[in-house]
């Protein structure tokens, strides 16, 4: 599973990128970027079944849907680090899981790994070994590797499918995830507090008036989009000079913060005239989102905390807590307590969906780093 090919031709892209790095005062990289963009239509936005439902397609369809080429590669980026690792051992297992079952269009999958060098898990999960940014050029910030890592990887590897999924290793996939992409249109998930509009005089630094308005900027990250493999080859490198640029910029760095890369990931998406269609019922976010029915996949980004009546007592440490933090060194434990009474569905699944990839991933507490 490990593939590495010649770095050649991605280290001279990055030489020209970190060259951009020093000089952007006096480079104004927009101006290069497509000039001809059309008017721009709003993004539409599809909560549940009014555009695509795959129920209603033909079941023919649902079976061979490797004849309808809207298979997506499942692509997620991820570190070396014992955090990292063991989510996606987690995220693995449950896209093994459904990947095949009915209303399915998921493709294979890839690690895309940016730690420049191969780890145990090689031979459990698909990973394609790519490079971190140069030393310092991630400024500590080390999300900023992700879209060089899929600059790298669109470069270099040989991707059966027409679509990638973005995704992240905190991710549990919920139930088969269907192409929620429409042709060109690739799809992504509106995330609440990505508020471009709200940002105008940042982003205008980025995206200049004559581009359109800044409500071109689609309220996204990278992940999770599904998005056509030909126009992720466009954003990217476009996604890696915005973060980059972002991050030198002090007021747009406190701007920010650590959803940067998300903003760069819009903007970039922008500049390309690109539009996602907005699916709430692409994600759910536990404690936040309660319910679980008609959600693909599941983001275990925020703690868990609740006292034993079942009440949240979120930036409180609960009597139960599930948090992806308390694990930062190595894995959870097998078998965690599930939740008292009255904690919403969202949290009962997450435990039981861990305790179920933890009982089975073998050497799941011996294959570890120290
Ligand atoms: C990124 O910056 C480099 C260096 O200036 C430039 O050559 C390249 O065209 C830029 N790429 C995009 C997509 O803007
Ligand atoms: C998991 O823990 C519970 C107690 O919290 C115990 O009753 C159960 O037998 C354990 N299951 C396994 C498979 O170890």
Not at 84 to 105: A, E, L, T
Not at 110 to 116: D, F, N, Q
Not at 289 to 297: M, P
Request: proline letters at 8%; glycine letters at 6%; hydrophobic letters at 40%.
């Amino acid at each position: 599973m490990i593939v590495k090919k010649s770095m050649g031709r991605a280290k001279s892209g990055l030489m020209l990128i970190m060259a951009l790095g020093f000089f952007f005062a006096a480079y104004n990289l927009l101006s290069i970027i497509a000039q001809n963009k059309e008017s721009s239509s709003g993004s539409w936005v599809a909560d549940g079944l009014e555009l695509f439902d795959p129920v209603l397609r033909m079941p023919g369809k649902v079976m061979g849907s490797s004849e309808s080429n809207s298979k997506f590669h499942v692509a997620l980026t991820a570190t070396d680090a014992a955090y990292s690792q063991w989510q996606c051992r987690i995220m693995y297992y449950w896209y093994k899981k459904v990947k095949d079952m009915p209303g399915s269009d998921m493709g294979k999958f890839t690690r895309i790994l940016h730690s420049g060098r191969a780890d145990q898990l090689m031979e459990e999960i698909p990973t394609f070994v790519v490079d971190p940014l140069p030393e310092g050029l991630d400024r500590g910030y080390i999300v900023l590797n992700r879209p060089w890592a899929f600059v790298q990887w669109l470069e270099k590897a040989t991707i059966e499918e027409e679509y990638i999924l973005m995704a992240e290793p905190d991710h549990i996939f919920l139930r088969p995830l269907p192409n929620l992409a429409h042709g060109t249109k690739p799809a992504g998930y509106p995330f609440f507090y990505i508020k471009p509009a709200e940002n105008k005089k940042i982003i205008r630094k980025f995206y200049p008036e004559e581009k359109g308005p800044v409500t071109d900027v689609d309220p996204i990250g990278n992940s999770p989009v599904i998005i056509h493999k030909s126009l992720l080859e466009e954003i990217a490198p476009t996604w890696v000079n915005i973060s980059l640029r972002m991050k030198d910029d002090p007021q747009t760095d406190k701007a920010f913060g650590w959803v940067l890369e998300m903003y760069a990931y819009g903007v970039a998406s922008a500049l390309h005239n690109v539009r996602h269609i907005l699916r709430k019922d692409f994600m759910l976010q536990p404690p936040w989102d309660l319910n679980i029915a008609n959600k693909y996949i599941l983001h275990y980004t925020y703690g868990c905390d609740y006292n034993l009546k079942g009440q949240l007592t979120y930036g409180k440490v609960g009597e139960w807590r599930f948090d992806k933090r308390s694990y930062l060194m190595g894995p959870p434990p097998k078998n965690i307590s599930l939740p008292p009474p009255g904690v919403p569905e969202s949290v009962v699944r997450l435990v039981k969906m861990v305790n179920e990839a933890t009982a089975n991933i073998p050497k799941w507490e011996t294959l570890n780093r120290s």
